[in-house]
């Protein structure tokens, strides 16, 4: 159990401050296009690769993390799926201290998902903005590296905006919390980055 810890700190340590190779990257269909910046570099497709390194080092953290906690059979029980789902959220958040907003959703990159969510969002009738925003009760607080609540539902993530959005590593998902874009581990259910205030509150 101890032989995994190492392995886990050196991909913390990545996610936290490591430097990420910037090369472009063709857009994902309804992406923004961009002029390249005056050292050639497309600016989108070099934001979105560093994205999606940032995402892959996760699933990296998150395999290395997986492995201390015990496996569960095929007989497992509902309950105990639920334990282990519980045990593996603590986990994570244990071994990743020091998260902060915008570990994911990088600076650079934030821009440019900030463009294709409201250009879908603008595009939308009336009645679809105001579904996709759903207050977020008094009484629930969301986080990084927070366990995401159990009374807020998992709705399903609009499919357009979805096709727009660079694909996610499998075991990561998109989830919209109120005006917030969440960043979900699945087998966590922990958040594992938020993007604030990036839905606008329809205007009728």
């Not at 519980?86 to 958040?93: C, D, E, P, S, V």
């Not at 009336?126 to 609540?149: F, T, W």
């Not at 919390?177 to 990036?198: A, C, F, K, M």
């Amino acid at each position: 159990m101890t032989s995994q810890a190492p392995a886990v700190v050196v991909v913390i340590a990545t996610i936290a401050c490591g430097s990420l190779s910037l090369a472009a990257q063709e857009p994902a269909p309804g992406a923004p296009q961009t002029a390249v910046n005056q050292d050639g570099v497309n600016e989108y497709g070099a934001a979105t690769k560093a994205f999606l390194d940032r995402l892959h080092e996760y699933m990296t953290f998150h395999n290395n993390v997986e492995k201390m906690v015990p496996p569960i059979t095929q007989t497992s029980s509902p309950e105990e799926i639920a334990k282990r789902e519980a045990a593996l959220g603590a986990t994570l958040i244990k071994q990743r201290p020091d998260a902060k907003e915008g570990d994911f959703f990088i600076k650079e990159y934030q821009p440019h998902l900030i463009k294709i969510i409201r250009e879908d969002f603008v595009s939308r009738p009336m009645a679809d903005r105001k579904a996709l925003i759903v207050e977020l009760p008094k009484d629930v607080k969301i986080g990084v590296n927070m366990v995401y609540p159990p009374t807020l539902p998992l709705a399903t993530f609009p499919g357009k905006l979805l096709k727009a959005l660079p694909e996610l590593p499998k075991g990561l998902e998109y989830r919209i919390v109120g005006q917030h874009l969440i960043l979900r581990d699945v087998t966590g259910n922990v958040i594992v980055d938020i993007l604030r205030n990036v839905f606008p509150i329809p205007r009728s």
